[in-house]
């Protein structure tokens, strides 16, 4: 059994046939001493609290995105890869309920739902189980779409372990959505009737249940990421595309040790940006002659491309101009916005909870549509540049200076247009670039999370020691970090390999010794 492959693009080799069970590349990556002992560790703590050994595993990778910041949901393309850094969900079926536990129980204490998949999941007060709730429901959400029979909900005993640092803009909450989406598709016996476009459009969807606007990038990185590439994911359809990066050098992705709570803080910050967006098509729909009406229902400034092509032309230079002609650089407020669409913002997003709370505490700071709009449309070209330099026949050295001129481009453009930086962030490319970065930027949501430089090889440990001594040593002394922690949060990656569903063979070395575990790879 095992995921299909579905609705999946690939440059240089032929599609995936399957979700691979048992990913024995990532497992030789990641050490098979230190992978088998961490799975050994958790299929035994799991059987001390439920009385059996998991009947399965399911592993998610969290991500780097190396461009195309915040214009997934707008429906832009993007352009991220997979780390080593990952989720594990252990599953079996029993008792009478969900009951989700950790490796860390002091940290994450164990949770219980009921088994229905119409509960609703309790955003006003958030635990780290919701995501496997949103999970959950997800799975079932999905098979009603597709018209399949969904199985009889039943009790789930699970233990989570991860190792993508929380709040550090690496994809942690998605790596527990896609693993935990995988494990329960794959204890209800469907997963193998499940496409890798599937698993990667429901999760994101499911990852919305627990308040946050999520536009998909994370989850289709997680779900169909292969090792020593990375990919464009482009939406509807999610489809993926081989990238392969130039040689002779690394990212080196650096937390900054701000914590970026996407959950608790996106009326504020990541759904705020999203309503910011959709107001910012919407107006420019009007504003090129898009009859109001008709412009309420637009949802992302992607669906103005062809007005502005219509009457500026094509290419971000032109929607550049577009948006500098029709959008002024002053705050809008709501009844602005209201009075050009012709309709209240409440009724507009109707039926939408995340939006209706952002409206219910913006403020004074109103929306900046302009700036946001500006944004989105230069990222979207930057990511295509990305590509293209890739692909292109230049030198080594010419890509790595192009890519790395695309990158600084792109921080500059979240910290000034979008405004998700922080001065965390800031201090920390700042001594990438002074330490000999190529190129550098923040990387995922933002306000916190971590820093993602391009580096020569040869450079990288020269690199690193100079972040660790700079940014990282007086953290040490203020006692925000241990010193023996900084190998997490600071680290070189090439591209690893996407989520698995993970069954393994426990074998007792003798009278009282621990299970040992093997990963198999099994057909789709």
């Known amino acids: 059994s095992g995921v299909r492959a579905g609705r999946y693009l690939h440059r240089r080799r ?17 050490g098979a001493a230190e992978a088998t002992n961490r799975y050994q560790k958790l299929a035994a703590t799991f059987k001390e609290k439920f009385g059996h050994y998991p009947e399965a595993f399911a592993r998610a990778p969290g991500r780097v995105n190396l461009i195309g910041e915040h214009i997934d949901y707008e429906g832009y393309g993007v352009l991220p890869m997979a780390i080593r850094q990952d989720t594990i969900v252990a599953i079996r079926k029993g008792g009478d309920n969900l009951t989700i536990s950790h490796l860390d129980p002091d940290k994450y204490p164990t949770v219980s739902f009921g088994t229905d998949p119409a509960q609703a999941v309790d955003t006003a007060n958030h635990t780290w189980a919701n995501y496997f709730l949103s999970a959950y429901k997800g799975v079932f959400d999905h098979l009603r779409a597709k018209g399949s029979l969904a199985p009889l909900p039943v009790g789930l005993q699970v233990m989570v372990q991860g190792t993508v640092p929380q709040g550090s803009g690496l994809s942690s909450s998605s790596a527990i ?19 890798k476009g599937e698993v990667a459009d429901f999760t994101c969807i499911a990852e919305r249940h627990v308040g946050v606007t ?3 990038m994370d989850q289709a ?8 590439v990375a990919m464009l994911v482009e939406f509807n359809p999610v489809q993926a595309s081989e990238v392969q990066l130039p040689s002779g050098a690394t990212f080196v992705i650096a937390n900054s040790l701000t914590v970026s709570k996407k959950a608790e803080t996106a009326d504020k910050r990541y759904n705020l940006r999203v309503v910011e967006c959709r107001l910012a098509a919407m107006v420019l729909a009007v504003a090129l002659g898009k009859p109001a009406a008709e412009a309420v229902n637009i949802i992302t400034l992607k669906e103005v491309e062809p007005l502005i092509i219509a009457k500026f032309g094509p290419g971000a230079e032109a929607q550049a101009q577009a948006v500098h002609e029709l959008l002024h650089k002053d705050v809008y407020m709501p009844d602005e916005v209201e009075s050009l669409l012709g309709k209240q913002l409440s009724s ?7 939006a209706q709370r952002v409206l219910r505490v913006v403020g004074p700071e109103g929306f900046r549509l302009r700036d946001r709009a500006l944004h989105v449309y230069s990222e979207a070209g930057r990511v295509y540049a990305f590509r293209n330099v890739c692909e292109s026949n230049a030198t080594t050295e010419e890509k790595l200076a192009a890519l790395g001129k695309l990158m600084d481009a792109s921080h500059s453009s979240c910290a000034g247009l979008y405004e998700c930086s922080c001065d965390e962030l800031d201090r920390l490319v700042e001594l990438a670039r002074k330490a000999g970065a190529l190129g550098a930027r923040l990387t995922g949501a933002g306000w916190g999370g971590c820093t993602v430089s391009l580096v020569r090889d040869d ?4 690199f690193i020691a100079a972040i660790r001594e700079q940014y990282f040593m007086p953290l040490v002394q203020q006692g925000v970090v241990q010193e023996a922690d900084l190998a997490e949060c600071l680290f070189a990656s090439k591209p690893s390999s ?6 393994l063979k426990l074998a007792t070395g003798g009278a009282g010794s621990a299970p040992v575990s093997h990963p198999i790879e099994t057909a789709a």
């Open 498 to 503: 996407g989520a698995a569903i993970m069954q």
């Open 459 to 462: 450079d990288a440990p020269k």
């Open 348 to 354: 507009i997003y109707e039926g939408n909870a995340s």
């Open 14 to 30: 032929p599609a995936a046939v399957g979700l691979w069970l048992g990913d024995h590349t990532s497992w030789r990556s990641a």
């Open 221 to 228: 990185i997680s779900i169909m990421a292969m090792p020593g």
């Open 177 to 195: 959505v896609c693993s935990s989406s995988l494990a329960i598709a794959k204890a209800l016996s469907v997963a193998h009737t499940l496409t």
């Open 214 to 216: 999520s536009g998909g």
